[in-house]
């Protein structure tokens, strides 16, 4: 099962990361691509933990492509650089704003895939 599990996660890894490479071409407004791929992820990852797939599943999709498509990273990374290049305030207001919304988009996420269960 290691291995089936391994591979699930490097499949749904390789998927997320094409994705987020995909999304971050497509939007090309510094922090809003960013921004964006956290949302999307949550909302996804609630909907996968909600929906209630195999072991094997829930790891290609929670773990392997959800947790490549979003960035906290880029998202650490976006917040000091608005905070370098416009004002705290403004950084302040992207990393509170992503995170409520990201949380919001789990929740989102979890009610829509538990009613789809």
Not at 15 to 25: C, I
Not at 69 to 81: L, P
Request: charged share 10%; hydrophobic share 60%; glycine share 16%.
């Amino acid at each position: 099962m290691a291995l089936v599990a391994a591979l699930a996660v490097g499949v749904g890894g390789s998927a997320g990361t094409l994705a987020r490479y995909a999304v971050g071409n497509a939007i090309e407004q510094r922090g809003l691509d960013t921004f964006a791929v956290n949302v999307l992820g949550s909302f996804a990852l609630g909907v996968v933990l909600a929906v209630g797939l195999g072991d094997t599943a829930r790891l290609a999709f929670g773990v392997g492509f959800c947790g490549a498509f979003t960035t906290f990273s880029s998202f650490a990374v976006e917040s000091v650089r608005l905070a370098e290049d416009e004002s705290v305030g403004v950084a302040a207001v992207y990393a509170v704003g992503t995170l409520v919304v990201a949380l919001l988009a789990v929740v989102l996420g979890s009610e829509i895939g538990g009613a789809i269960a």
